[in-house]
């Protein structure tokens, strides 16, 4: 681990499967200390499911034949899908006693959206929202993750930016958070099973597209918001760019 530039944070630069990555974290010994995680994803794409989606809303066929893992975090939510220099994941864990702590679930993780909004402000995204209010409902939100906006949530206009879930525990709470590069939505929805959403059909996504499912406009992926040249940038290279603006916004 290493210090947060100007901060009091703890860095751990966590590169593994994204099933590891969903294991239990940070270590005991570092569970009184405020901990950041910069999230890499190696080896298969995987889609995540929330803590309370049933494991059959998964194609099982479909993931097997395109080597996709089937993992389970431990905090509620819709899927998503991570891959390789796909997405910008930041973990945090933040002890009870810590000054950021708040008992308040729904104002818990704003300070954590704010980070987030600073950050991708400093790289040229203008006009961010977060999310203060409780979770945004829609037909979709139950089954794919970024399809509703909760608390502490970033938006550009009516389009998620950052994705944001919690785990609390007697000794603090652990935030994912998450901005994918591109908004993808069939990448989602091509793995559920048959019946597992209303519309449309697996077999209308499959090809790319969910044009007809309303999933297209719910979500944005930061390419889209750069400025060039960031915006040109190699997918590695873009988020290395984004993490380093995110450690510089910790507060």
Do not use: Y
């Amino acid at each position: 681990m290493t210090a947060a530039p100007g901060g009091d944070w703890s860095i751990e630069r966590r590169a593994e499967t994204a099933r590891v990555l969903h294991q239990p974290w940070p270590e005991r010994a570092a569970l009184e200390n405020r901990v950041v995680g910069l999230c890499a994803v190696l080896g298969p794409r995987a889609i995540v499911l929330g803590s309370t989606q049933d494991a059959d809303v998964v194609d099982a066929h479909r993931v097997a034949r395109h080597g996709v893992d089937v993992v389970r975090r431990s905090s509620g939510g819709g899927a998503v899908v991570v891959a390789p220099a796909a997405q910008v994941w930041l973990e945090v864990w933040l002890p009870r006693h810590d000054p950021l702590w708040d008992d308040d679930v729904i104002a818990s993780s704003w300070w954590l959206g704010e980070t987030w909004a600073r950050g991708l402000e400093g790289l040229g995204v203008p006009n961010l929202l977060v999310h203060r209010g409780r979770a945004t409902r829609t037909d979709w939100s139950d089954m794919v993750c970024f399809a509703g906006v909760g608390p502490g949530e970033v938006t550009s206009g009516a389009a998620k930016v950052v994705g944001i879930a919690q785990r609390r525990t007697r000794a603090g709470a652990r935030f994912a958070s998450l901005a994918l590069l591109s908004w993808d939505p069939a990448s989602v929805l091509s793995l559920l099973a048959p019946g597992a959403h209303r519309a449309p059909p697996a077999d209308d996504v499959s090809g790319g597209t969910a044009a007809s499912s309303g999933l297209d406009e719910v979500a944005v992926g930061v390419r889209r918001l750069f400025p060039p040249p960031l915006c040109d940038l190699e997918d590695g290279a873009l988020v290395g760019a984004v993490e380093d603006a995110l450690l510089s916004a910790l507060p």
